[in-house]
C-alpha cells in the first residue's frame, strides 16, 4: 500500500501538477512504511499507525472514486478499505 500510495501521488502530481496530492501521498505512504517496518520489529503502536494510515489513504479515495468513477481511484479506495478493516480487526485482537 506504501508503494501504491507513493506511485499515485507521483503520477497524479506528473499528469496534473498537484503538489498537495504528491505531499499527501508521500505522507501517507511514509507513515505506512513506518507502521510496517514497527509491525515487523514487534514494537508498539505499529498496528495502530497501519489502521490509521489506510484510513487517511481511503478517505480522499473514496471522494475521488465516488467523483470520477475510474478504476484507479476506486480500486484504491477498495485497497485501502480492506487494509483499514484488516488492521482495525488485527489491533482489536491485539488489545482484548
Known amino acids: 500500500m506504501?508503494?501504491?500510495s507513493m506511485l499515485g501521488?507521483?503520477?497524479a502530481f506528473a499528469r496534473t501538477g498537484s503538489f498537495p496530492s504528491l505531499a499527501g501521498s508521500f505522507t501517507i505512504a511514509g507513515i505506512m512504511a513506518l507502521s510496517s517496518m514497527r509491525i515487523?520489529?514487534?514494537m508498539d503502536y505499529g498496528l495502530e499507525g497501519a489502521a490509521a494510515s489506510s484510513t487517511l489513504l481511503f478517505v480522499p479515495m473514496i471522494r475521488r472514486?465516488?467523483?470520477t468513477r475510474r478504476a484507479i481511484?476506486?480500486?484504491l479506495a477498495?485497497?485501502?478499505a480492506?487494509?483499514?478493516a484488516y488492521y482495525g480487526k488485527?489491533?482489536?485482537e491485539h488489545y482484548a
Open 40 to 42: 515487523r520489529d514487534g
Open 90 to 92: 488485527e489491533t482489536a
Open 9 to 11: 501521488g507521483a503520477f
Open 78 to 80: 477498495a485497497l485501502a
Open 82 to 84: 480492506a487494509s483499514t
Open 73 to 75: 481511484p476506486s480500486a
Open 65 to 67: 472514486a465516488l467523483a
Open 2 to 4: 506504501s508503494g501504491l
